[in-house]
């Protein structure tokens, strides 16, 4: 089941129209918006799609031209992000694996919650965001998060425990932010008080 009003219409063409491509086959659509579709929680804005695959910019911007307004935003080796009509859309060439496969609604290929799960804590050691950690508290009604731990360990065997039980208990960044709209109510402060404990029961 996709919980559709989480994004906008216009949001959901765009990503069912880019997945129909065979250029973009090995790509799931991965963060925020993954989750939000799959357990309905928040409103996402921005498609994250990541795969595989060596980035052709001249291929992908011709693919993106014939589909909307297109604007470069940034783009390396590895990354490319794009504005198409106004929609924020990211490639990234994917190292890490896959601990699961996609789960597979309406042929759009939806990052496993587990991978997401991975995904969140990485995000969240480097410098996480309110949605982030938003997403993680949500996160935290589908898998206990010693199994959130094991999951990050195994998609990133160079990452750090300690850099991530560190950073989930530090907010003040996080704080400062607007909180995205919610389709299920919750407050920022029983998000962090939820985290909070969790990581204090982790390491007791």
Known sequence: MLFK???????LELLKELMSYSY???FNLVEGTSLALQIGHRESIDI???GKKELEETEISEVLSSLGKVQILKKSKNILVYSVDGIKVDFVNYRYPWLRAPKIYENLRLAHMSDIGAMKLNAISGRGSKKDFIDLFFLLKEFQ???LMEFYNKKYG???TFLVLKS???FEDADLEESPR???NTSWEEVKSTIVSEVKQYLN
């Open 168 to 170: 989930l208990t530090y």
């Open 24 to 26: 973009f086959k090995e």
């Open 145 to 147: 998060f010693s199994d």
């Open 48 to 50: 994250d799609l990541f």
């Open 5 to 11: 009003k989480t994004v906008n219409s216009r949001l």
């Open 158 to 160: 160079d990452g750090s």
């Open 182 to 184: 919610m389709i299920i």
